[in-house]
């Protein structure tokens, strides 16, 4: 198997968010999904337009990447759902599983050693895949941190 190199490597580590803070996968586990929609006063989204700004952006930025004649939501209405709460139960588990789906996307583009991180992506402007996977990797970990802030503050969350 042929060795990954170390920048691509250091990209994997960071997308995975283990080495710093929690991890999508801690702070999304056994989330009560009843809360999901609770308002808290201070913070001005639920856990759930939080889950589903990650996924929207996240999906915008790999698909970006991929796909040249991709069109970006409105910004910044089409980034954040105006329900506070999700429809049901799947609804949540579907937006976590897509927001999973898509980081392995990003991950396997890192991976393969013909994406070169630092050429231009020709249908933007100036964006490099290097830049769009920096992007990816600070956006979640500020939501993510947003997210674990709000199920803490709902009572839903035990340190391990």
Same mark, same amino acid.
């Given at each position: 198997?042929?060795?990954?190199?170390?920048?691509?490597?250091?990209?994997?580590?960071?997308?995975?968010?283990?080495?710093?803070?929690?991890?999508?996968?801690?702070?999304?586990?056994?989330?009560?999904?009843?809360?999901?929609?609770?308002?808290?006063?201070?913070?001005?989204?639920?856990?759930? =337009?939080?889950?589903?700004?990650?996924?929207?952006?996240?999906?915008?930025?790999?698909?970006?990447?991929?796909?040249?004649?991709?069109?970006?939501?409105?910004?910044?209405?089409?980034?954040?759902?105006?329900?506070?709460?999700?429809?049901?139960?799947?609804?949540?588990?579907?937006?976590?599983?897509?927001?999973?789906?898509?980081?392995?996307?990003?991950?396997?583009?890192?991976?393969?050693?013909?994406?070169?991180?630092?050429?231009?992506?020709?249908?933007?402007?100036?964006?490099?895949?290097?830049?769009?996977?920096?992007?990816?990797?600070?956006?979640?970990?500020?939501?993510?941190? =947003?997210?674990?802030?709000?199920?803490?503050?709902?009572?839903?969350?035990?340190?391990?």
């Amino acid at each position: 198997m042929k060795a990954i190199d170390p920048l691509r490597e250091h990209l994997l580590k960071l997308l995975q968010w283990e080495d710093a803070h929690t991890n999508f996968e801690s702070v999304i586990k056994d989330f009560p999904v009843d809360l999901a929609g609770k308002q808290i006063p201070e913070i001005p989204y639920t856990a759930w =337009q939080l889950l589903e700004h990650l996924r929207i952006a996240q999906r915008d930025i790999v698909e970006f990447c991929r796909n040249p004649k991709h069109v970006s939501p409105q910004w910044p209405q089409s980034y954040w759902p105006h329900e506070k709460s999700p429809p049901d139960a799947d609804a949540w588990h579907k937006s976590a599983n897509a927001f999973q789906r898509d980081l392995k996307s990003m991950q396997k583009l890192v991976k393969d050693s013909s994406t070169d991180l630092f050429a231009r992506i020709a249908h933007g402007e100036g964006q490099t895949i290097l830049r769009e996977v920096l992007l990816v990797a600070d956006h979640n970990a500020y939501h993510i941190g =947003q997210l674990l802030l709000v199920r803490r503050l709902l009572g839903a969350w035990r340190e391990k």
